[in-house]
């Protein structure tokens, strides 16, 4: 048998590569505005069970907050076991304020609920006088939402085409400390990138800039309120978070290296968590 040779595919088989039935759809613009009318009407539909949603857990929220204050630590316990949050709080002056911690609330905007206010509780502590520190995602309407009509279910036009970017504006929070020269802002000031990387965050320095500086360039109110404070039973047990968040790191990264060393073995699924 000769060696070397090259495996020819079947007669036609190039022609029928370059035939694909599904490349080309010619998608009529009266059918283009049939599917934006269409999918404009699921987004109401989607945000309305969220605000209800939102309504519907209020109630639970409250009770829950009736057994968490007589539990100690439990919410310096809970964030610290998300892994995003501990990143910003490594250092051991911010993890012992946040000791002091006794509650926390998102309360949510009753005109625009996708926009909140996060509040932190504190007992008396040795850093700051507030007894709460809250952080403001402030909810600026577009001009034409004054004359926007609420279906029944509250749900406008505007509230359609929020965007995050263009409509959310966070608020910073003046902190009184103690110790002015001793705050832990002043000692851990934090770093941004260059002018060309102004998001990017070199140095987050203490936990406590997410109040006192205004922008959030690492979405950890994002993470608080959408993540930590709906689960916070699950995170302060240790059932989310934590070492687990690495474990699944580290065993992505065993996987992508068994990848790259055997390119023939087929990919595993992974189960979403």
């Known amino acids: 048998m000769a060696k070397g040779g090259v495996k020819r595919g079947s007669p036609g088989a190039d022609d029928e590569k370059n035939q694909n039935p599904l490349a080309n759809v010619d998608l009529s613009e009266e059918d283009a505005q049939k599917l934006a009318k269409t999918q404009r009407e ?32 439990f919410w310096p316990v809970a964030l610290m076991n998300n892994s995003h949050f501990a990143i910003f709080a490594q250092h051991s002056a911010d993890q012992l304020a946040l ?44 001009p034409n939402a004054a004359d926007d009509k609420p279906d029944a279910d509250g749900i406008t036009e505007s509230m359609l085409d929020f965007s995050w970017e263009r409509d959310v504006e966070p608020q910073a929070t003046k902190i009184d400390w103690k ?38 360039p690492i979405e950890l109110g994002i993470t608080i309120a959408n993540e930590v404070f ?32 055997d390119l023939e073995k087929p990919r595993s699924k992974k189960q979403k968590v």
């Open 42 to 73: 699921l987004g109401r539909v989607e945000l309305a069970m969220d605000r209800l949603g939102q309504t519907k857990m209020t109630p639970a929220y409250e009770k829950r907050r009736e057994v968490t204050k007589s539990i100690t630590k």
């Open 99 to 142: 000791s002091y911690l006794e509650d926390v609330w998102i309360a949510r905007n009753p005109v625009e609920h996708r926009c909140y206010t996060i509040e932190f509780y504190f007992k008396e502590n040795p850093f700051f006088k507030n007894s709460v520190l809250k952080k403001e995602y402030k909810y600026n309407a577009p």
């Open 179 to 216: 110790d002015p020269e001793n705050a832990l802002t002043k000692l851990y000031p934090g770093q941004t990138g260059s002018e060309d990387e102004e998001d990017m965050v070199v140095d987050s320095g203490s936990f406590f800039n997410f109040f006192e500086k205004a922008e959030d």
């Open 230 to 261: 709906p689960e916070a039973i699950e995170y302060f047990t240790g059932e989310l978070g934590g070492d687990e968040d690495l474990d699944s790191d580290d065993e992505e990264d065993e996987d992508d290296e068994a990848e790259e060393i």
